[in-house]
């Protein structure tokens, strides 16, 4: 009877150990297709300095664009902490980008100049003494708040979507943010990126445009 015990209980345990077996090799088979893509990207990352695009940090930048908004989800830079701060325009892309160097702190939808006599004008300039927090010209039909000049003091201006002469921003023009170039010349930005200009940028902060 203790014979007929001892086999059986020898018997469960030689059943267990078959079933971990089975179960460890089909974990391994699993986990081996897995284990190779891995190493697959991580030594094509190490050659190319590359990482697929699904790996590829997420953009930050609002969309849809909205014109009342700031243009990325993330909080504006600490230029106190930044080295050689400057600000880049670029006409073709419609976007202003705050730089450190060459470093990109963050990238603004913007509006420039329609083009010819009314074109946004290119090269290097430097943040003027002249700001404010809404003008209205008469000529144009149309004002801005939170602006800021950077070229011939007062005339060539950062500032927001526009407005009518009751400050009442102008939604047929905001919507075009980003996306075409239909300012007088100067560089059109969203409320809170205006706003943020307006408040932050330093007489004499070098602003290139191409």
């Avoid at 000529?139 to 801005?144: I, N, P, V």
Wanted: hydrophobic letters at 30%.
């Amino acid at each position: 009877m203790q014979k007929q015990t001892l086999k059986k209980i020898i018997a469960g345990v030689v059943l267990c150990l078959a079933v971990t077996f089975v179960v460890v090799k089909a974990s391994d088979a699993l986990e081996q297709p897995q284990k190779k893509e891995q190493d697959k990207t991580e030594q094509t990352t190490k050659k190319t300095g590359k990482v697929k695009s699904s790996e590829k940090k997420k953009s930050v930048m609002r969309k849809p664009i909205n014109w009342k908004r700031s243009s990325e989800t993330v909080v504006y830079p600490d230029l106190d902490k930044a080295k050689d701060f400057w600000i880049h325009v670029s006409t073709k892309k419609s976007r202003v980008y705050l730089m450190d160097g060459k470093k990109k702190l963050y990238t603004m939808y913007a509006s420039t100049g329609k083009g010819g006599e009314q074109a946004t004008p290119k090269g290097t300039w430097y943040i003027q003494p002249e700001k404010g927090d809404f003008f209205y010209n008469g000529e144009s039909g149309e004002g801005a708040k939170y602006w800021v000049s950077f070229k011939d003091h007062g005339v060539y201006l950062f500032h927001s979507v526009p407005t009518d002469q009751n400050g009442n921003f102008i939604k047929d023009e905001a919507k075009e943010l980003g996306k075409k170039s239909n300012s007088h010349g100067c560089v059109r930005l969203s409320v809170l990126d205006a706003k943020w200009m307006y408040e932050n940028l330093e007489t004499n902060t070098k602003v290139v445009i191409d």
